[in-house]
């Protein structure tokens, strides 16, 4: 079955569907908490369970880690406990477990919590074997105060036996942290990161958002008092957002085994539509934002209004037309093809939007040494690394 064919079968279904929420893939946000707390819909789609075609996921080690994940994250953020209803959760997470992803994603402040807590029910309810599936959380705006966050010791500790009391697990497989904490010594944070791990209550430690030098400051840390240095790095990455993944954690990865979770593969809505429909898809409109201002919300909305974005989106949909799939699968693919990457986040708001995304590995071997100097021309943005100042 072509990807296209697929794609025809998968309209179809979603067309059918009365449940439709924004895509729950990005994660970019600053001095704040993406609360979510809309009600949960109630007009669930009709079940779709075994969505479950000839589509091969592949596995990868994260970092120079022994772990091996699917190179498809599922993400939970927007949709899980706000913007669908649990039998569409519970679908969405089973068509995901059933294609082979095995590495589900979370955090403390998505959905204030409601997140890890329908994830948990589901996994609990589903009995899968645990060490067949993996789960990652993210730590740091947990609490309402200035207080309650950051990166504490007493925060990391605390923080983190909440979050596995909301998922039900006795542990969590990657507890990332949703930002640095200038406020915080480094030491600090590495040594209660070492301590979750060594008390069992995670397998690994990461980072998300954090700078290159951020990072080898935490890895410098754990080898000088011999604790425990993070994994991965959780990143934003899309045709239109390059350099930190094709630059810098490359150097990373090779030097300290640091490895590339990526996540927002649709560059905020753009390869969507969301910026056609007159709501973005990470406004106040769509959902429920908590003191703060995203500066790249709209740094994203400026550009991909702008005369210039919008010719490269036409030109990037004629290409995925030309190839046979659709823009997000397109999108998806082309991110998977980065070797650097170990692991795309994906969401959906519905089994079959989830569906078509994971046959984005589909295209891989369709994405030949011709397609993508295609597509970096349609581009015209690829990073190059400054010379050295003499």
């Not at 953020?77 to 068509?95: L, N, P």
Request: charged fraction near 20%; aromatic fraction near 8%.
């Amino acid at each position: 079955m072509s990807v296209k064919s697929d794609h025809n079968l998968t309209n179809t279904l979603i067309k059918n569907s009365t449940n439709r929420a924004p895509i729950a893939i990005v994660e970019c946000m600053e001095d704040g908490i993406m609360s979510s707390e809309g009600s949960m819909a109630t007009n669930p789609v009709s079940r779709q369970v075994s969505i479950s075609y000839p589509t091969t996921m592949k596995y990868k080690n994260l970092g120079k880690s022994g772990l091996r994940i699917s190179v498809l994250t599922l993400g939970t953020w927007v949709t899980f406990g706000s913007h669908i209803s649990e039998q569409v959760a519970e679908d969405i997470v089973s068509v995901a477990y059933e294609n082979g992803i095995n590495l589900f994603d979370t955090a403390e402040v998505y959905a204030g919590g409601k997140s890890e807590i329908l994830l948990g029910k589901i996994l609990k309810k589903k009995d899968w074997k645990r060490s067949s599936y993996n789960v990652a959380t993210k730590l740091f705006w947990g609490g309402r105060g200035d207080t309650d966050r950051g990166l504490s010791r007493k925060y990391i500790i605390e923080g983190l036996q909440a979050s596995l009391e909301r998922l039900q697990l006795s542990y969590v497989d990657i507890i990332f942290i949703n930002k640095a904490d200038p406020m915080c010594p480094m030491e600090e944070v590495v040594r209660a990161f070492t301590h979750c791990i060594n008390q069992g209550m995670a397998m690994y430690w990461g980072t998300s958002r954090w700078t290159a030098m951020e990072i080898m400051e935490a890895y410098t840390v754990a080898r000088q008092f011999n604790l425990i240095p993070p994994l991965a790095e959780q990143t934003e990455y899309h045709m239109f957002q390059r350099e930190k993944v094709e630059i810098h954690l490359p150097e990373l990865f090779h030097k300290i085994g640091v490895g590339t979770m990526t996540w927002s593969p649709q560059a905020f809505g753009m390869f969507t539509g969301k910026f056609d429909e007159g709501v973005h898809l990470l406004s106040r409109g769509s959902v429920k934002v908590r003191n703060f201002t995203m500066l790249q919300d709209k740094t994203c909305a400026e550009e991909g209004r702008s005369p210039r974005h919008q010719s490269k989106l036409q030109e990037l949909s004629v290409l995925a037309e030309k190839v046979g799939c659709t823009s997000t699968q397109l999108t998806i693919a082309w991110c998977l093809k980065n070797d650097n990457v170990h692991s795309v986040l994906i969401g959906a708001s519905t089994p079959e939007q989830l569906y078509d995304h994971i046959h984005a590995i589909q295209l891989l071997p369709r994405l030949t040494t011709a397609l993508l100097s295609e597509i970096e021309k349609i581009l015209d943005n690829k990073p190059m690394r400054l010379p050295l100042q003499r």
